[in-house]
C-alpha cells in the first residue's frame, strides 16, 4: 500500500485469536512508536446515592492527579445521570472542578424527572481550562448547554465533584458517572 511502511515481522494469519490480538498490538506500537494511553477510564461509579436533608451535599468525587491533563488540548470527558425525587421541592446539581462551580442547575422544581449531563474539561495550559457542559432532563423543555472557561491549576491534584441540594434527603440522587481521559 502507498504510503504506509512495511510491517515486519508479517502478520501470520494461521493464529489462536489470542495471538493474533498480540501481534495486531505488537504492529501498532511498531506503526505509532507506542501506544498512547487515552482514551483511558478515569473513574466510574454506580449508584444511587442522594443528597442530605437541607445541605449541598457531595454525591461523588473523583481526584484528578498531576500529569492527567498534562498536553494542551488533552480533555476528561464526563457522563452522568440520576433522577429526582417526584415532589415539588426545590433541587440543585452542581460539577465543581478543583473548587471552581464549572455547572449549576439552580434551585429547581424537578418533579420525578430523569436526567443527564455530558461535559468535557479541556485543558488549555497549566492553569486554564475550557469546559462545555449539556445536561437535559424529562421535565418540561429543561436543556441547559454551556460553555465556560476556569483557572485550575494543574501541578495539584484535583478533584471533580458532583453536589446535590435539596429540601429532603435523596431530593437529587446521581446513578451513574463515568470519566474518561482523552488526550
Same mark, same amino acid.
Given at each position: 500500500m502507498a504510503g504506509f511502511r512495511s510491517i515486519t515481522p508479517n502478520i501470520n494469519i494461521n493464529t489462536t485469536s489470542g495471538q493474533l490480538r498480540?501481534?495486531?498490538?505488537?504492529?501498532?506500537?511498531?506503526?505509532?512508536?507506542s501506544l498512547a494511553l487515552a482514551p483511558y477510564?478515569?473513574?466510574?461509579?454506580?449508584?444511587?446515592?442522594?443528597?442530605?436533608?437541607g445541605t449541598e451535599s457531595t454525591?461523588? +468525587? %473523583? &481526584?484528578? *492527579? =498531576?500529569?492527567?491533563?498534562?498536553? #494542551?488540548?488533552?480533555?476528561?470527558?464526563?457522563?452522568?445521570?440520576?433522577?429526582t425525587t417526584a415532589n415539588a421541592n426545590n433541587k440543585t446539581l452542581r460539577l465543581k472542578f478543583g473548587g471552581v462551580e464549572l455547572f449549576t442547575t439552580g434551585a429547581q422544581a424537578f418533579n420525578g424527572v430523569d436526567w443527564t449531563l455530558n461535559a468535557e474539561i479541556v485543558r488549555t495550559? +497549566? %492553569? &486554564?481550562? *475550557? =469546559?462545555?457542559?449539556?445536561?437535559? #432532563?424529562?421535565?418540561?423543555?429543561?436543556?441547559?448547554?454551556?460553555?465556560?472557561?476556569?483557572?485550575?491549576?494543574?501541578?495539584?491534584?484535583?478533584?471533580?465533584?458532583?453536589?446535590?441540594?435539596?429540601?429532603?434527603?435523596n431530593d437529587i440522587s446521581l446513578y451513574y458517572h463515568k470519566m474518561t481521559l482523552l488526550t
Open positions: 498480540t501481534e495486531l498490538l505488537n504492529t501498532f506500537t511498531r506503526l505509532d512508536g477510564q478515569l473513574s466510574s461509579f454506580l449508584g444511587p446515592v442522594g443528597n442530605g436533608a454525591l461523588d +468525587s %473523583t &481526584t484528578i *492527579t =498531576t500529569g492527567t491533563l498534562a498536553k #494542551s488540548a488533552s480533555s476528561i470527558l464526563i457522563f452522568a445521570c440520576g433522577k495550559s +497549566s %492553569t &486554564t481550562q *475550557t =469546559t462545555w457542559i449539556q445536561f437535559f #432532563s424529562t421535565a418540561t423543555l429543561t436543556q441547559k448547554i454551556t460553555v465556560t472557561t476556569s483557572s485550575v491549576n494543574l501541578a495539584n491534584n484535583q478533584t471533580i465533584l458532583f453536589t446535590g441540594e435539596g429540601t429532603l434527603a
